[in-house]
């Protein structure tokens, strides 16, 4: 019951980052992207610092001052080649790109979430997994075909237009 308030509170929060940066970056007075994902970069930093005490290791005690040091290291890199860079591609395509089609991109994350997972657990993904991961990913291409279709105008907006 736990797991699902939790993913429930996680979609209800991603649906809000969505349609919250899409409103600021479709704005007149939007802030450069650069900017805008620098900003989100250090909400993101304080937030965590403010997450640590609740860590449930010590560091100190479980690895050697080398093996922190390579932690911390990779650490640093992945939240910049991997948060930073991903973070500043959203907010190009949520400027770029219907907010509708733009929300779809987060399937990715949770792809690559499965793709890692399985990794580090040294298997492959069960065949509900599997199948899984796949709607997720048909139902991103099914997204981007119907929004690749131009639009004909319909019968409705032709009999509004000539009344006019």
Not at 17 to 26: E, T
Not at 36 to 54: K, N, R
Not at 96 to 106: D, G, S, V
Request: with cysteine.
């Amino acid at each position: 019951m736990l797991g699902i308030l939790a993913s429930s509170a996680a979609l209800a929060i991603w649906i809000a980052y969505g349609l919250a940066n899409a409103a600021v970056m479709r704005s007149a007075t939007a802030p450069n992207g650069l900017q805008w994902t620098g900003l989100q970069g250090i909400g993101a930093a304080i937030g965590s610092l403010l997450l640590l005490p609740l860590a449930s290791f010590d560091l100190a005690h479980t690895a050697s001052a080398s093996e922190a040091a390579r932690f911390i290291v990779w650490a640093m890199v992945m939240g910049l080649a991997g948060s930073w860079f991903a973070t500043w591609c959203w907010v190009v395509a949520s400027r770029r790109l219907p907010l509708a089609l733009a929300a779809q991109l987060i399937v990715a994350e949770t792809v690559f979430g499965f793709a890692y997972g399985f990794m580090f657990e040294g298997r492959p993904p069960s065949p509900a997994e599997a199948i899984g991961a796949t709607m997720q990913v048909a139902g991103v291409c099914s997204a981007i075909a119907v929004f690749s279709k131009p639009c004909a105008p319909s019968s409705l907006s032709r009999k509004s237009v000539a009344q006019v």
